[in-house]
């Protein structure tokens, strides 16, 4: 679930809010069920306030999305993809230490 920085991301939007974006941007696929994700819930909303306006936070669930977790090949959750051109330049799986989200969104700016 999206707050207000975090922004709610689909196989819809994909395209539109990631591989087209002009700005590094942090994806978390995620599941409700998963309580890893939740616990990591709080880091992103933190981080997606910290980086306004520098880089895009995001979420993206994969029990309602799974066309691109299959296609980014996500297959433990929580993992933590961060592009920068469309690209994926950072892969993290499993629940992460906020610094190391922080540091690799800070080498891609």
């Known amino acids: 679930m999206a707050t207000a920085n975090v ?4 196989d819809q ?6 591989k087209n974006a002009d700005q590094p941007v942090l994806v978390d696929f995620w599941a409700e ?4 994700c939740r616990a990591l819930g709080p880091i992103i909303d933190k981080l ?3 980086f306004e306006g520098k880089a895009r936070v995001g979420k993206l669930d994969i029990d309602s999305n799974r066309d691109t977790a299959i296609e980014y090949q ?6 933590v993809l961060i592009f920068k051109n469309g690209e994926v330049a950072k ?3 499993g629940l ?3 610094e190391d989200l922080r540091e690799a ?3 891609l700016l």
Do not use: L, Y
């Open 48 to 50: 997606a306030g910290e």
């Open 33 to 36: 069920w998963c309580m890893p």
């Open 105 to 107: 969104i800070n080498e």
């Open 74 to 79: 996500v297959s433990a959750i929580p993992t």
């Open 13 to 18: 939007n994909f395209a539109d809010e990631v």
């Open 96 to 98: 992460r230490p906020e």
């Open 7 to 10: 922004v709610e991301i689909t």
């Open 91 to 93: 892969r993290f799986t």
